[in-house]
T-cell receptor, first 114, second 112 residues
Framework: DQQVKQNSPSLSVQEGRISILNCDYTNSMFDYFLWYKKYPAEGPTFLISISSIKDKNEDGRFTVFLNKSAKHLSLHIVPSQPGDSAVYFCAASNSGGSNYKLTFGKGTLLTVNP | NAGVTQTPKFQVLKTGQSMTLQCAQDMNHEYMSWYRQDPGMGLRLIHYSVGAGITDQGEVPNGYNVSRSTTEDFPLRLLSAAPSQTSVYFC???????????FGPGTRLTVT
């Protein structure tokens, strides 16, 4: 039973355009969401997060949108750069649950073409 | 700060062998976790610890043992390696009241 779903295994965009990565969740108890970025042969690194009390959080070129009623969040990267090419993992947590454990999606491989 | 360090980077084991994957962090984080990453499976939690002397099972704990004798170290032991344990293993740590985890560079393990 997959509680965090990233239904697109891969996404390819042109440099300078917008990248939109999507994530759906099924557990209504999740109230905090994070995006991690992973380059090959490295560990994941934290990118951006959002609490369920917000519907948008922005950090430079990265914006995360949360639609609680649809149990859907998305990561927007504008403008996309070749260095953004990586695997992006969506993760979710329940702050009232067990020790802020994160549940990860399977990841989306983003390729930004020059 | 070195952050989260993991050794070794690569390891090949034969079925039935045992080994320990090392993980250390120098950020004085209370919480530490072990994940495995398999193709098409994302990151799955193996074991975690909320402080020295306290450990608990994650999503896929079978075949693995952990202990936490100090705040800094959180080794993962494979008792009798199986081909199904071929994976990339990541250690992570975080502060108590934070969701943000810091990951190590990973150990790529192959069991033949």
């Amino acid at each position: 039973d997959q509680q965090v779903k990233q239904n697109s295994p891969s996404l390819s965009v042109q440099e300078g355009r917008i990248s939109i990565l999507n994530c759906d969740y099924t557990n209504s108890m999740f109230d905090y969401f994070l995006w991690y970025k992973k380059y090959p042969a490295e560990g994941p690194t934290f990118l951006i997060s959002i609490s369920s009390i917000k519907d948008k959080n922005e950090d430079g070129r990265f914006t995360v949108f949360l639609n609680k009623s649809a149990k859907h969040l998305s990561l927007h990267i504008v403008p996309s750069q070749p260095g953004d090419s990586a695997v992006y993992f969506c993760a979710a947590s329940n702050s009232g649950g067990s020790n802020y454990k994160l549940t990860f999606g399977k990841g989306t491989l983003l390729t930004v073409n020059p | 700060n070195a952050g989260v360090t993991q050794t070794p980077k690569f390891q090949v084991l034969k079925t039935g062998q045992s080994m320990t994957l090392q993980c250390a962090q120098d950020m004085n984080h209370e919480y530490m976790s072990w994940y495995r990453q398999d193709p098409g499976m994302g990151l799955r939690l193996i074991h975690y610890s909320v402080g020295a002397g306290i450990t608990d099972q994650g999503e896929v704990p079978n075949g693995y043992n952990v202990s936490r004798s100090t705040t800094e170290d959180f080794p993962l032991r494979l008792l009798s390696a199986a081909p199904s344990q071929t994976s990339v293993y990541f250690c992570a740590s975080r502060q108590r009241e934070s969701y943000e985890q810091y990951f190590g560079p990973g150990t790529r393990l192959t069991v033949t």
